[in-house]
């Protein structure tokens, strides 16, 4: 037994130097070809002696009843010697073939020689039965590129000899499929068409090496025998778009082998049953949704037929002057067929005829109580509610109000109607229109006879006067109480504050007087409520 070790370690040794050589050779930039060759071939013959005498070194410490413990470190030190043999070995095969182990994938990968190299490289490491299972796994994760998916699938199996064979089946499952490989080359192909068109420049050269390396890529899966669709089917598939792929691949269809059905079916042709299945399905939601349009105004319908979600509900108007947008035609008084006010605040409605206004309305096909188009009083939901009769319409139009109306000028009085500025605001529409206001100069009387001069900014449906603060407090004027307020600020949002109210005097000025330039307010500072 002693006879047997010396002899071992003798071997040992000599196969210690012969690695440490190699490795040495290995780190040069231009290692040489022969001397790789001749250290391989010397390794494969020492491989096979050094085996021997561990079997039968390992045989003589069964015999001699040993214990367990140094049975399985001396198998545990020969399989690592062999590893370590294994993955020398490994690196001069691709050392000599031109290519490191630390080499990820690159885009050179793409050159059919290397790509042939890197192939038949690693089918002389797995065909090679001397080799540990643990070196080709080794090799095998080395190959991958980090990230991608076919590394995630072989990091998944631990590095051992009983899974090597596992990774390489889970890999042919994933990726070795020919109906696979040759869609995917397919594909290659149809890329190569869309580079060709692009306006930049493709160099032919590129362009011959790939489609050489494609074609014969088909070649070598037997391609001459398949099917037209079989081409056809990736066209068909990538010119679908994307939500109609992510129903397809979750559809059962997609998975199943349509030429074990009868009669039998192809892939293309599962997968345009799936697409007419498709087309039916969103028939029959749009006849159950807008019923092909029956129920739905033609003056509620976008110009594609589709409902317009501008003008199918929310669309009241509020309350104020904020509502006379000059450039929305649709908005137009029913009485006077202007744009510059609402219908209920139109001054000429005010001076007509009940009767005129009754049939105004009914050739505008209007509601009696909001005065707004396209639906009748009995199907209104707006609330209105008349400040003189209580009824169910706008003051506009209550039978009880008199006949005299205000003049809107008075003595002293000089009202300006003149376009202001155009204040751009954010109404339940959430669109930008131009609102068209009314101002007058007037006199502002505060405490200790104090005035100022001041320019009224008119909202003829607001309930609540406001004043800046600044002006205010130049005019010393006292609060009479406080009030919590909620605001609509102009440009969109509310504020709710609590405000103080004042007692404010006004006075017209005379009307010869000259008119100053208008002082002009900051759009933060404009509030309504």
Known sequence: MDKIKKKRTAVRRRVTKLLQDLENELAKQDASLEKLTCHKETLDDLKVTIGALDNEYLDSM?????DEELVNAETDCAAEYEIKLGVVKIRGWMKKNGHDSDAKSSSSDNDENKISEKNRTYKQIHDDEGLHSSVKFQYLRQSMTEGTEAAEIVDGFPPTDKNYPLAVEALKQQYGRDDLQIQVYVRELLGLIKNVTNKEKFPLSKLVLQLRTHLRALQSLNIGNASPETFLFPMVES??????????QRNPMSRQDGSLMDPPKTKLSLLVEFCETEVRSEQQINLARDGFGVNVLPDKLSKKGQRDPKKLGGSESPATAAALFTSDKSNSCIFCDKTGHNSPECYKARKMPMDEKTEKIKEQRACFKCLKRNHVASKCKGKVKCSICEKPHHQVMCSHKQSKEEEAGTDGVKTMTNIQPTVAMKTSTNEDKVVLRETMRVKVSGNKNQYREARLLIDSGSDISYIREEFAEELHLTPIGKKVLTTEVFGGGYDVCER????????????????SSPKSYPGKEIRRP
């Open 500 to 515: 103080k109210q004042y007692n404010v005097k006004l006075e017209g000025l005379p009307a010869g007087r000259p008119r």
């Open 62 to 66: 069964i015999a001699g009843e040993h």
């Open 239 to 248: 010119s679908l778009p994307e939500e109609v792929l992510r129903a397809w």
